[in-house]
């Protein structure tokens, strides 16, 4: 048989303050019933909350997140706009006299700067064989290389 609670007893409530179900002592009861309870964890008194009684507020949660996951990515306006920007803050850096001019036989080192007659200056952004990526004005295209 369990021992009767009363007060000055612990017991498990759930909390106001911490928002889980600690470990509370009795403060005041109502014949059987416990009406008022400390908590140990954070010390605050408060009217007592039966620990099952808030596992309804987990229910929205997961409605949302299976929502979410139906929605495609929405891609902004222009794909292109943060290489873009990407390119105007990094040129601003570079020496557009030190430019290679672009050549498919050309190998080209990380950040280097290159001049491409149709595509104008263009930041090296990764070298592989046979194909370079570079950061043009308007945007990042794939050229071919050594
Ligand atoms: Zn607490």
Not at 17 to 46: D, P
Not at 57 to 73: E, L, Y
Not at 102 to 122: A, D, P, Q
Request: a positive charge; aromatic letters at 4%; charged letters at 25%.
């Amino acid at each position: 048989m369990v021992k009767k609670l009363s007060t000055g007893d612990i017991t498990e409530a759930r909390c106001t303050r911490c928002q889980e179900v600690m470990n509370h002592t009795i403060v005041a009861m109502v014949e059987e019933k416990i009406v008022r309870v400390q908590c140990n964890t954070c010390n605050s008194v408060h009217n007592y909350r039966s620990p099952l009684a808030a596992k309804k507020a987990a229910a929205p949660k997961a409605a949302s997140a299976t929502k979410a996951k139906g929605v495609p990515r929405v891609s902004r306006k222009d794909p292109a706009a943060g290489e873009k920007q990407e390119w105007a803050e990094q040129i601003v850096k570079m020496q557009p006299e030190l430019a290679i001019a672009y050549s498919m036989e050309g190998k080209y080192k990380v950040n280097s700067l290159v001049k491409h007659t149709t595509f104008g200056l263009g930041i090296v952004k990764r070298q592989s064989p046979g194909k370079v990526e570079m950061l043009f004005a308007d945007g990042k295209k794939m050229l071919k290389s050594q």
